[in-house]
């Protein structure tokens, strides 16, 4: 078992910055690719960044392609998303998840593991 808890949501202006943070504990380790996903009010979740375990590769949704960055710690306890530029369609709950396979994936189905999410709201 993994457990996810992310922090650093808040209220923020259109065009500021917001660093999401994601710490894992339980069954640990880089293996585990760590993806962020998102959800606002009366739409599905949809996927935002995502790392696979080695950190070689990232994938983003177009939609914050060259304003969100995804990091992650060595130890693949910790992942991070620095969202720059913020837009006020940007507002919704932030989850962290992780694979257990490791690779990385765009699709929900694939995470194994949720963390509670953590709300962003950006206004205009």
């Known amino acids: 078992q993994v457990q996810l808890v992310e922090s650093g949501g808040g209220l923020v202006q259109a065009g500021g910055s917001l660093r999401l943070s994601c710490a894992a504990s339980g069954r640990t380790g880089s293996s585990y690719a760590l993806g962020w996903f998102r959800q606002a009010p009366g739409k599905e979740r949809e996927f935002v960044a995502a790392?696979?375990?080695?950190?070689?590769?990232?994938y983003y949704a177009d939609s914050v392609k060259g304003r969100f960055t995804i990091s992650r710690d060595n130890a693949g306890n910790t992942v991070w998303l620095q969202m720059n530029s913020l837009k006020p369609e940007d507002t919704a709950v932030y989850y962290c998840?992780?694979?257990?396979w490791g690779l990385g994936s765009k699709s929900a189905n694939e995470y194994d593991y949720w963390g509670q999410g953590t709300q962003v709201t950006v206004s205009s």
């Open positions: 790392m696979s375990w080695s950190g070689s590769n990232t």
């Open positions: 998840a992780a694979d257990r």
